[in-house]
């Protein structure tokens, strides 16, 4: 007797709703597609466009149409292949890490494309005709800014760390206090770069307190280094105490214990745009700290990079350490680099982005802002803050204007303007969108004006 068959079930008739790749490929759309983006991509982002469909199914959720579909792929195809656009950030966020931090200078983004173009002397010494060191006339513009002895550029900061750690203390202790413990963008943990370089972590302190006789306590025959890390993307504030590095590098050099000064953000000097308790790369170098890491696409306003400044002898054990080869530049970064720290040593730092987008005046802004609201409807202009962001000066608020929008659905109109072109980036405020001008340079103010128009015409 045969068994009698199963009724299917609400989810498996949905899924069988679901068109197949082959089925799905074979549309009109999709073959238009394949012909300007390649078979490959749009198959690709069918089959990722059908697992979230497969999985809302599996949830209840209704199906989307065939039409919805080959939409959400054939725009998935379109976005991989045409790769980075170029967006209007709106944020505030003057250093926004999801959208690039530092722009570059001009001068620094002509070298990078005619290092790019064409061959360079990029390993080779010219007067000699040997290989030469990739790095080298970076690093000499760097030595002349700060003082240092020498200095070794690496791809970024999280990189110059893990090889200081690495070169240095492989096995060995390395003090820190507790309340610099910190965690990066991407939950990348202090502890977790240490444990991945092979040193030990010793903690010292409490999180909110650390003095000099818990590091002194601390030290022993293990020590390999003592390292001290500035919170650039957080304040311990209220009853808290933390070792200056003048103090920690008499403790250091007592014990003959190399310091290591990681700053973050990579401030060159002192700046009057940059409040005092942001630590600069001369100030640590010359105020005990043996070796100081930063990065160069924060503060420094330049393309991606780790930077490790201070004693030479140091400097070279992480330059002959394998892992240095593992993290070095490449020509492009080399070249903007070297036109970013030209421009520190001409005195012309006003031509960096950063440092003109922090200097132009509030009133400036607002004028902007009240111009712009003329030529959107339910549009006002306001003051507001802004901040450097980047982890970068965490609670410091930088005075901007503000354009303001209601509309019914923030949300969605914010999602539209993404997707636009340009793609602007905004923040919402209950009822409302806001654009913030102080991270709109003022030649984007026509496109950004024309972009709002078209979001609020979709809807």
């Given amino acids: 007797m045969s068994r009698p068959e199963m009724a299917s079930s609400p989810r498996v008739e949905r899924l069988r709703e679901i068109p197949s790749i082959d089925a799905l490929l074979r549309a009109t759309p999709a073959k238009k597609a394949a012909t300007k983006f390649g078979r490959p991509m749009v198959k690709q982002a069918l089959q990722a466009t059908l697992r979230e469909a497969r999985a809302a199914a599996a949830h209840g959720r209704p199906l989307p149409e065939e039409s919805v579909i080959l939409a959400r792929a054939i725009g998935a195809a379109a976005r991989n292949y045409y790769g980075l656009s170029e967006v209007i950030n709106a944020t505030g966020v003057i250093l926004h890490t ?8 001009v001068r620094a983004a002509r070298a990078a494309e005619q290092a790019a173009r064409g061959y360079s002397d990029l390993e080779v010494d010219r007067e000699t005709g040997a290989r030469g060191r990739r790095t080298s006339r970076a690093e000499a513009l760097l030595q002349a800014l700060t003082g240092a002895e020498d200095v070794l550029v690496v791809n970024n900061n999280a990189a110059a760390l893990l090889l200081s750690l690495a070169a240095l203390a492989t096995r060995k202790e390395v003090v820190v206090s507790r309340g610099e413990l910190i965690e990066i963008g991407g939950e990348f943990r202090l ?12 903690e010292v302190g409490t999180t909110n307190r650390t003095r000099a006789n818990d590091y002194r306590r601390a030290l022993g025959p293990k020590t390999g280094l003592i390292l001290k ?3 650039s993307n957080y304040r311990v504030v209220g009853f808290a105490h ?3 590095v003048g103090e920690l590098g008499a403790i250091a050099a007592q014990a003959q214990i190399p310091l290591l000064y990681d700053i973050g953000s990579g401030l060159l000097d002192r700046y009057p745009e940059v409040p005092p308790e942001e630590p600069s790369v001369t100030e640590a170098i010359g105020g005990g700290a043996d070796l100081v890491a930063f990065s160069g696409d924060k503060l420094l306003g330049g393309p991606q990079a780790g930077i490790v400044a201070g004693r030479a002898d140091l400097v070279e054990k992480l330059r002959q350490h394998p892992i240095a080869r593992a993290v070095r530049v490449d020509k492009m970064t080399v070249a903007a680099l070297e036109a970013v720290l030209r421009l520190y040593a001409t005195d012309r730092r006003d031509e960096i982005p950063l440092w003109a987008t922090l200097a132009v005046r509030q009133s400036t802004l607002l004028a902007r802002a009240r111009a712009l609201s003329s030529c959107l409807p339910t549009a006002m202009a306001r003051t507001g803050e802004a901040v450097v962001g980047g982890g970068s000066l965490p609670g410091h608020a930088v005075p901007s204007a503000e354009l303001v929008l209601e509309v019914a ?4 109109a914010a999602a539209r303007l993404r997707l636009g072109r340009p793609p602007v980036f905004c923040r919402t405020d209950g009822g409302t969108l806001v654009f913030d001008l102080r ?3 003022p030649v984007d103010d026509d496109r950004l004006v024309r972009a709002i128009r078209y979001a609020l015409e979709q809807a």
């Fill in 191 to 202: 502890p977790e770069i240490m444990a991945a370089s092979g040193a030990k972590l010793v």
């Fill in 229 to 231: 890390v500035h919170p």
């Fill in 409 to 412: 659905s923030p949300d969605v």
């Fill in 242 to 244: 933390e070792v200056g």
């Fill in 439 to 441: 991270s709109v340079p």
């Fill in 98 to 105: 999801g959208l690039g931090r530092a722009p570059l200078p």
